[in-house]
């Protein structure tokens, strides 16, 4: 009888540490965070420690729209043109809207208006990091949208990241996208101030309005043909006297 009982309280011992749950220790308030984050917000944390860059800041007063779609940058409401890398524009506008006023790490054109951003962190606390990532400016997915016509006073010449004239800004928002060299080009026709009337391909929506020009000129009647990308300028038209003369043939 004794055997018996010592057996069945050594059982009861053995059952009851088998189900008694392993112990943990606690987690920390930082480590609970970062399990619940999204990996879009982990990558928006950044690898790099941006806090060595010049801090700038402004009120956002609009987006500087693609005319592939989306967005490559924004305009502070001092003219300063802010330009983010192709991966970063998708969280662009979801990050921040006109009339914010947010916080720029980047580096400042030294005489352009320009400040190429590497972070921006909006009035709600939320943020977003460049990578370092270089990355092509446009999908090779993305296809010319339909034909658009942009009339309008300039209100300010355009940039690229590089500093290099690339089109202008007019006075309703919309965007008008010229390659540098053809923005080189039609420079007296790019002047702030000056009417402008042009017509290209682009894209419309709620981030704004823009284009590849193909045509620009101050009236409708005085327009001039625009090399759109890396195609080469516009030639005489078939046909005509000029059209079998080889530029710069004559010189040899």
């Given at each position: 009888?004794?055997?018996?009982?010592?057996?069945?309280?050594?059982?009861?011992?053995?059952?009851?540490?088998?189900?008694?749950?392993?112990?943990?220790?606690?987690?920390?308030?930082?480590?609970?965070f970062s399990a619940r984050q999204t990996h879009t917000e982990k990558q928006a944390d950044g690898v790099y420690d941006l806090s060595?860059?010049?801090?700038?800041?402004?009120?956002?007063a609009q987006f500087l729209p693609s005319p592939h779609g989306g967005v490559f940058g924004l305009v502070l409401e001092d003219g300063t043109q802010v330009f983010v890398s192709p991966e970063q524009t998708h969280a662009l506008a979801g990050l921040v809207k006109p009339g914010d006023a947010i916080s720029i790490r980047g580096l400042k054109g030294r005489t352009l208006p320009i400040i190429r951003a590497f972070g921006i962190t909006s009035p709600r606390g939320r943020g977003m990091q460049d990578n370092f990532i270089a990355m092509p400016v446009h999908s090779t997915e993305m296809i010319a949208g339909p034909d658009l016509v942009l009339h309008g006073e300039?209100?300010?010449?355009?940039?690229?990241?590089?500093?290099?004239?690339?089109?202008v800004i007019l006075k309703d928002h919309s965007?008008?996208?010229?390659?540098?060299?053809?923005?080189?080009?039609?420079?007296?026709?790019l002047t702030p101030g000056q009417m402008l009337y042009a017509v290209g391909t682009g894209s419309s929506g709620e981030l704004g309005t823009a284009i590849d020009a193909r045509e620009i000129g101050a009236s409708t009647e005085k327009m001039v043909g625009i090399a759109v990308?890396?195609?080469?300028?516009?030639?005489?038209p078939a046909g005509s006297p000029a059209?079998?003369?080889?530029?710069?043939a004559e010189e040899h």
């Open positions: 009888m004794r055997y018996l009982l010592s057996l069945s309280a050594a059982l009861f011992v053995s059952s009851v540490a088998v189900a008694a749950p392993a112990h943990k220790t606690p987690a920390t308030k930082a480590e609970s060595g860059l010049p801090s700038f800041s402004g009120k956002v300039i209100w300010q010449q355009l940039y690229n990241a590089n500093g290099e004239l690339s089109g965007v008008v996208c010229i390659a540098p060299r053809e923005a080189a080009r039609v420079a007296n026709l990308g890396d195609a080469p300028p516009p030639g005489p059209y079998d003369i080889i530029p710069g």
